[in-house]
T-cell receptor, first 112, second 115 residues
């Protein structure tokens, strides 16, 4: 069965440090993958998406993600974290034409 | 352009009461979705509507019904609320205009408590 896994429930980093959030997927064909961010009390906002082509994709707010088929991973990265990046991050994949599978989320805490 | 709107923002129900969560989008999107979000479980799909006039069950449809009233509106109804339905509910939409758009756009959510 198709699945999306985020192994880290919580991540804490210091402001200015680099960040990597992990996402692993289990799909038969080339997956369509997404990263969303959710600030407290808000809906989800799309950070970036991967469909095909260049495996390094750039998103909003300085985020990027790299698709690695050999590792079944789509990890989210940011070179220097800002306090405003504290939020919950969700990796998701498109399953079939209409359904999406979401990971369980990673909550990011940023230390001043 | 409001995007995806949801009403109400908060609701408290007693067990057995019914209510309808409303969702509307002004992006002319074809597909609409209802999710519930519970701590540690991510988002789980309740129902979706691929296009006006169609609805299909998702991962957790029991206890819910939906109506795709028109292209803009997609409502979620709880006929007899149970404490297990305490959750945050998100509506989302996705367009299939021109190039194939894959990403969803989310509403702000409805926080529902059933006592």
């Amino acid at each position: 069965a198709q699945s999306v896994t985020q192994p880290d429930i919580h991540i804490t980093v210091s402001e200015g440090a680099s960040l990597e959030l992990r996402c692993n997927y289990s799909y038969g064909a080339t997956p369509y993958l997404f990263w969303y961010v959710q600030s407290p009390g808000q809906g989800l906002q799309l950070l970036l998406k991967y469909f095909s082509g260049d495996t390094l994709v750039q998103g909003i707010k300085g985020f990027e993600a790299e698709f690695k088929r050999s590792q079944s991973s789509f990890n989210l990265r940011k070179p220097s974290v800002h306090w405003s990046d504290a939020a919950e991050y969700f990796c998701a994949g498109l399953s079939g034409t209409y359904k999406y599978i979401f990971g369980t989320g990673t909550r990011l805490k940023v230390l001043a | 352009n409001a995007g995806v709107t949801q009403t109400p923002k908060f609701q408290v129900l007693k067990t057995g009461q019914s209510m309808t969560l409303q969702c509307a989008q002004d992006m002319n999107h074809n597909s609409m979705y209802w999710y519930r979000q519970d701590p540690g479980m991510g988002l789980r799909l309740i129902y979706y509507s691929a296009s006006e006039g169609t609805t299909d069950k998702g991962e957790v449809p029991n206890g819910y019904n939906v109506s795709r009233l028109n292209k803009r509106e997609f409502s979620l109804r709880l006929e007899s609320a149970a404490p297990s339905q305490t959750s945050v509910y998100f509506c989302a939409s996705r367009g299939l205009e021109g190039g194939f758009q894959h990403e969803q756009y989310f509403g702000p959510g409805t926080r529902l408590t059933v006592t």
